[in-house]
């Protein structure tokens, strides 16, 4: 290259180096021009810092980083209440009672349902000696209660107060049967099932759900209960409660699955669904995954303001949270104190079907519902039958499935459907007194049930939709001998969890036959070392701590709200002509 041609290299060289430093210098020229003209007040800093700070917290749900640290129990509750929610009275609204009384020839009768709600919410109210709004379903329930429609309950060491709803035929069908099991369980089950609408019962349900806004109205002592509104019979009642007691903390939980906004699209009467929660102040879910879904489904077909970053939904000159909660059960559980051992339970329990010693039981426990893969077992048991001949006459599956909905048509079927595949199996595989698939569509007692668990050498889990699934929890729960095999549906909230369980997909039939090959050989000692990390996460996360999480972000909720009450809307600068609300604004209207 000639001297000219290097001359000319240079000179571009430094050209273009000068260039660059010139627009370095200008871009923060205009940044600090920026920050100039729209820089906030000392106030505005501390005041953002410290909302910022409140919604780290409720971004973590309730979980700080020592959370695992802490020895959840009924006395966390308590302190959580009378440190953080002094005075705070706690009502839960559910369909399904606690305890139930029923007329017997001999008398009445006291029934605790196995029901995975009940089992976890009963031990919270019962701590937080709150009151329970539930429908009084029992043929005895009326005559149990005093002239208010409430009874103390437990019965053998009465701590809180059941407040009993009385229904008509009519609006149970309406709301109950029809609205809440032939539309939204359907509608949030990934069950193909096809979701059956009706205006009569959206009426029905309507109704019901103002009924019961009505008891809560009448039950709060004072304007600022604590109110947890308990799952898919109830997506109308916190608004309702909102409009009459502004000033209420109201958590409702979604127990089941929420479906993608195209499948919640099919509801008729979405917006009125999405508007009835978003009466709420927190929504919780099992899990991220059907957080979301809401949050798409308001996003889709409301005018609404979603938070992302924040998990909050602002609608309507409010804000929602949307968070994960994962529901779990009580830890220890009371009722193993009057279980007997693990051998004596299995002798009773062989005994009691007529069981040989040297079988393999596999269990499987909860409603007859076409939610929970029933059939899908039977399915699993036939193909391992197929391929594993060997084992004809080694295992038998115990089936416990509890009458559910038994009038709607779809339940019918199923319950049929199952019959009559149990006795196939039975003829096809049974001999000489062996039956292969034992068939019990009765209603179990929560103690009935734990010893069915602490018997069994298997539990299957095979849910084809859950939200969390609390048998899964409930036999790991059971297992103080630390052996038992849990085969766990990766539908299934728990599957998040329950890492150390055999993960099946209920709808591959083969493949599930030889994961229940692998867990019918399973060693003692990999069943120990399965079992052992489970107990431990059952322990850790049990549900006082759901309970607890709730409940700190509830009194996160009410100090902010009392910070942003007593601020005055004159002591706020004046809006600077941004179109940015910031997010203390927005929070201080939602609490005014």
Partial sequence: MTDYGMALLWVLILASLGLSILAVLLSISRQRSHSLTVAPTAGEDVASEATRKVLREFEKNGQSPDAALVNWSPDTLRKILADDLPDAQVIVVSNREPYIHNIKDDGVELLVPASGLVSALEPITRACSGTWIAYGGGTADRLTVDSNDRVQVPPDNPSYTLRRVWL????????????????????????????????SDWEAYEAVNRKFADMVVAEARNERPIVLVQDYHFALLPRMIRERLPEAIIITFWHIPWPNSEVFSICPW????????????????????HANNFTESVDRFLESRIERADAAISYGGRTTLVHAYPISIEWPAELLAKLPPVEESRARLRERFGLSADVKLCVGVERLDYTKGILDRFHALDELFTRHPEWIGKVVFLQIAAPSRGTLPAYQQLHDECLRYANELNQRYGHDGYKPVVMVAEHHSQQQVYEIYRAADICMVTSLHDGMNLVAKEFVAARDDEQGVLLLSTFAGASRELLEALIVNPYDAAMMSQVLLQALTMSPDEQRERMRPMREIVRDNNVFRWAGSMLLDAARLRKRGDLERATSVAERPANTGSNIVSLFDRMRKVAS
Wanted: glycine share 12%; net charge negative; charged share 20%.
């Fill in 168 to 199: 008509s035929d009519d609006e149970y069908q309406g709301y109950y049967l029809g609205f809440a099991n032939e539309g939204l369980w359907p509608l949030c089950h990934i069950a193909f099932t096809r979701p059956v609408f009706r205006a």
């Fill in 270 to 289: 979405r917006e009125r669904v999405l508007d009835g929660l978003l009466g709420s102040s927190i929504i919780g879910f099992h899990t991220q995954f």
